[in-house]
């Protein structure tokens, strides 16, 4: 069960015996890909303890602020699950979240008797207890409850449970055999400058086909039985990501995460390999991805020298220019 800050504090300092239980920076890697998280923690409504001082794991109720001043409390774990598949800045605040949500305000009927209770619902979104009188055009007042009462379930009556409603798969990915790359229409756009940047970058130096833009699976990833990476290099079957955490450090983090590496585990089973490049202080998911700062010379240099160390220098060269 969480617990507040304090009292999680004193119990480690009992625990582990030491006035300082967790140094200042144990824990720096695992939070440095959360630059919202760091930003939105401040140690002096936490008791003085740092973020880089909190595991991860921790069951502990921490103070975070977000960038509009809504002071709320959540546990790392809360916090670090957050982004989901939204891609706005307040899915880190719950207040925020809420106020981004469309509000569906009821609409009662014009013809509402005069005197049939409002729905409780409305009483405490509009605080009004009763409506005006208007004509009731023959609705006796208690038609209205009573049939509210007739379409309630009872409780007490056995579920039938509902069809499973079969997945539906795009029809539009070729018939080809799994572990084939090809020019997908479902494909996204390249939207990345960066990426664009490193692929002119591989091409100055190595003959590949650059125009692939999916991997054909064995099985669904989502809605498809295809996925799409950053570059795909068909004569060496690897496929190359670019992974940063993006405008709001929403990308490639929490839930996001997870998905990269069952993108990656869909990948390696039809036989590619992934190399992931990952900035942000992204860290590594897969044994040959890379951690950088951004895009250059240098880190084409190690990109190539690490396609190198997965299919042997003298296939590699032998595309070179």
């Given at each position: 069960?969480?617990?507040?800050?304090d009292?999680?504090?004193r119990r480690?300092?009992?625990?582990?015996?030491?006035?300082?239980?967790y140094?200042v920076?144990?824990f720096?890697a695992?939070w440095a890909?959360?630059?919202?998280?760091?930003?939105q923690?401040h140690?002096?409504?936490?008791?003085g303890?740092?973020?880089?001082?909190?595991?991860?794991?921790?069951?502990?109720?921490?103070?975070?602020e977000?960038?509009?001043g809504?002071?709320?409390v959540a546990t790392?774990?809360?916090?670090?699950?957050r982004p989901g598949?939204?891609r706005r800045?307040s899915?880190?605040?719950?207040?925020?979240?809420?106020?981004?949500q469309?509000?569906r305000?009821?609409v009662?009927p014009?013809?509402?008797p005069?005197g049939v209770?409002?729905?409780?619902?409305?009483?405490?979104?509009?605080?009004?207890?009763?409506?005006?009188?208007?004509?009731?055009?023959?609705?006796?007042?208690?038609?209205?409850?009573?049939?509210?009462?007739?379409r309630?379930?009872?409780?007490?009556?056995?579920?039938?449970?509902?069809?499973a409603?079969?997945r539906?798969?795009?029809?539009?990915?070729?018939r080809?055999?799994?572990g084939?790359?090809?020019a997908s229409?479902?494909?996204?756009?390249?939207?990345?400058a960066v990426?664009?940047?490193?692929r002119?970058?591989l091409?100055?130096?190595f003959a590949?086909?650059?125009d692939?833009?999916?991997?054909?699976l064995?099985r669904?990833?989502?809605?498809?039985?295809?996925?799409?990476p950053?570059i795909?290099?068909?004569?060496?079957?690897v496929?190359i990501?670019?992974?940063?955490?993006?405008?709001?450090?929403?990308?490639?983090?929490g839930?996001?995460q997870?998905?990269?590496?069952?993108?990656?585990?869909a990948?390696?089973a039809?036989?590619w390999?992934?190399?992931?490049?990952?900035?942000g202080?992204?860290?590594?998911l897969g044994p040959?991805?890379?951690?950088?700062?951004g895009?250059?010379?240098?880190?084409?240099?190690?990109l190539?020298?690490t396609?190198?160390?997965?299919?042997?220098?003298?296939?590699?060269?032998?595309y070179?220019?």
């Amino acid at each position: 069960m969480a617990e507040p800050v304090d009292a999680w504090w004193r119990r480690r300092q009992w625990s582990r015996g030491a006035a300082v239980p967790y140094a200042v920076g144990e824990f720096r890697a695992e939070w440095a890909s959360y630059p919202v998280l760091v930003r939105q923690y401040h140690p002096e409504w936490n008791h003085g303890v740092v973020l880089t001082q909190v595991p991860p794991a921790a069951e502990v109720l921490l103070t975070w602020e977000c960038d509009v001043g809504h002071v709320f409390v959540a546990t790392p774990a809360e916090q670090r699950s957050r982004p989901g598949r939204e891609r706005r800045r307040s899915v880190w605040c719950p207040e925020c979240a809420v106020q981004a949500q469309p509000q569906r305000w009821p609409v009662l009927p014009a013809d509402w008797p005069s005197g049939v209770p409002v729905p409780q619902r409305v009483v405490r979104l509009t605080g009004r207890q009763t409506l005006p009188a208007a004509p009731a055009r023959g609705v006796p007042a208690g038609a209205m409850a009573s049939a509210r009462t007739r379409r309630r379930p009872d409780p007490t009556a056995p579920r039938t449970p509902k069809p499973a409603v079969p997945r539906s798969i795009c029809p539009k990915t070729p018939r080809l055999p799994s572990g084939e790359s090809f020019a997908s229409v479902c494909a996204p756009a390249t939207a990345s400058a960066v990426e664009a940047e490193l692929r002119a970058a591989l091409a100055e130096r190595f003959a590949f086909t650059y125009d692939h833009s999916a991997i054909r699976l064995d099985r669904p990833f989502f809605d498809h039985v295809e996925v799409w990476p950053d570059i795909i290099l068909p004569e060496l079957r690897v496929a190359i990501e670019y992974d940063s955490t993006g405008r709001h450090g929403l990308e490639h983090v929490g839930p996001r995460q997870e998905t990269d590496r069952r993108k990656d585990r869909a990948v390696r089973a039809v036989g590619w390999e992934v190399v992931r490049i990952r900035t942000g202080r992204l860290q590594a998911l897969g044994p040959h991805d890379l951690e950088v700062s951004g895009i250059s010379g240098r880190t084409v240099a190690r990109l190539i020298d690490t396609l190198r160390d997965i299919r042997g220098s003298l296939f590699v060269d032998a595309y070179a220019r």
